[in-house]
Each structure stands twice: as structure tokens, then as C-alpha cells.
């Protein structure tokens, strides 16, 4: 299974978005971290809390280290590098340009430390993530 190459976070109150992330090639991701509130469309992820249900059938980030398979393709966020633990496909590094809890280095020290495979987030736009997908990174979010 390859991962996603482009993920474009969402705030749960602009999950209708989705369509629009969907037809541009990129994989909508709606963030239910701090809204759980919110229609899944079909086709969409969601981000979630170790400890928080999973809705919708797409992909799913799991926000943080000690979370239990989902039982679907999922990836783990974490601030440090390291193979993703059983029952995840992959991990998503976060820099500390990432909004929210990040690592306390930039992110493309993360994924040079890494090592090729992992999906980025570190506050990346067009150049940077072209930069981040040509020294390694699997994919990004933005």
C-alpha cells in the first residue's frame, strides 16, 4: 500500500472542502482533534486523539504516540524519528514549524534523521515540499 502523497489538513467546520481537495488529486483530511462535530464525506480522512473513535473509512492519523491500530490505514504522528509501530502504514513527522505540538527541531532535520518514507508536516508550501519529496519524504501535508 503506498501512502498519500499530499494531505491537506481541514478544521472540522470545513469538512465541505472536501469535494474540492478531492478533485484537486490530494487526500482531504478532516481534523477532529479539537471539533468532534463533523460530517465525514466519503473519500476523506480524519486526524484523531490517541483515545478518540475514527469515523468515516478513509484514512486516519492518529495524533500522538501510545494509540492502538484502528484497524485501517492509518499513520502516527509523532516529534521524533522511528518506524511506525504494527498496525500503522507510516509515520508523519512533525516539525516544529507544524501548527500545534511539533518536535523542537525544523522538520527536514526530522526527516534527514528519519531517513526516506515518512510524510512531512512542517508549515511546507510548494517549494518547500517539493524540497522535502526530493531529499525523501513520502509525501506532505499542508
Do not use: N, Y
Request: zero cysteines; charged letters at 15%.
Amino acid at each position: 500500500m503506498s501512502l498519500p502523497p499530499l494531505l491537506i489538513l481541514l478544521p472540522a467546520a470545513r469538512a465541505s472542502l472536501a469535494a474540492v481537495v478531492l478533485a484537486a488529486g490530494a487526500v482531504p483530511v478532516i481534523d477532529l482533534t479539537l471539533d468532534e462535530e463533523a460530517t465525514i464525506p466519503p473519500g476523506a480522512g480524519v486526524r484523531v486523539r490517541p483515545d478518540q473513535a475514527a469515523p468515516g473509512d478513509g484514512w486516519v492519523i492518529v495524533a500522538g504516540e501510545g494509540a492502538a491500530p484502528v484497524g485501517r490505514q492509518a499513520l502516527i504522528e509523532r516529534a521524533q524519528p522511528g518506524p511506525a509501530p504494527e498496525g500503522f502504514v507510516g509515520v508523519i513527522l512533525r516539525g516544529r514549524e507544524a501548527a500545534g505540538v511539533g518536535a523542537d527541531v525544523d522538520g527536514f532535520a526530522l526527516l534527514l534523521a528519519h531517513g526516506p518514507g515518512a510524510i512531512l508536516d512542517a508549515g511546507l508550501g510548494p517549494d518547500t515540499a517539493a524540497a522535502a519529496v526530493a531529499i525523501g519524504a513520502a509525501g506532505v501535508v499542508v
